[in-house]
């Protein structure tokens, strides 16, 4: 049950699903959301304020604080180095297996396309990428699957022969030539569809030869 929550969290505020941008010990708020809380308690919580204050400002607080530090450094250095290295591979592992999640290679299609619009026109992100539309990964997901063709499945979801991608059925490019920037018309769902690589590509170098 430990496994499973570790390699899968879904942020409860904006559906962020990389686990890169959680906190380990945290699997439903991403560090971005439980800054912005942590940030609106400071504002709004007086007696909050007050203890962290108190707590952080304490002559004692501070000399201890710095008394471990410098006590532990070349100890945590060091067992910091004995993990990364004792776990990479079982990271790496555990990091494609996440990363082949249907949910989560949804939500990477999405912040790629909010990323490759945004760049096209040259407007600046602001938002999580999941607020540029109006569906989440997970609708995302059911949607795709519900066009799969047959021998289509998130297994063989990628680039090359036998595989499959997520596909517009109206070029972005054709879009950005029209005028049109907005995020959200450019990739709504019924736009979005999974074609075969060899087919997608051949879609691409006809748009390209027409344009």
Known sequence: MSSFKKDNKICKHCGETNVSLFYSSKNNICKSCLSKQRAERWENDKGYRDRKKIRSSSNEYKKKASEYHFKNRDRRLRLQKEYHSRTY??????????ERQPHVAAARFIRQQVHRVLEKVGTKKELHSVEYV????????EHIESLFQPGMSWGNHG????KWQIDH?????????EGITDVNIINRLDNLQPLWT?????????FIRQN
């Open 89 to 98: 591979h079982l990271r790496k592992h555990k990091q494609r297996e996440y």
């Open 134 to 141: 109006d569906y989440t990964p997970i609708e995302l997901k």
């Open 159 to 162: 680039m090359g022969t036998g």
């Open 169 to 177: 059925k109206k070029e972005v490019a054709q879009y950005i030539k």
């Open 198 to 206: 060899e087919e997608h590509s051949q879609k691409t170098a006809d």
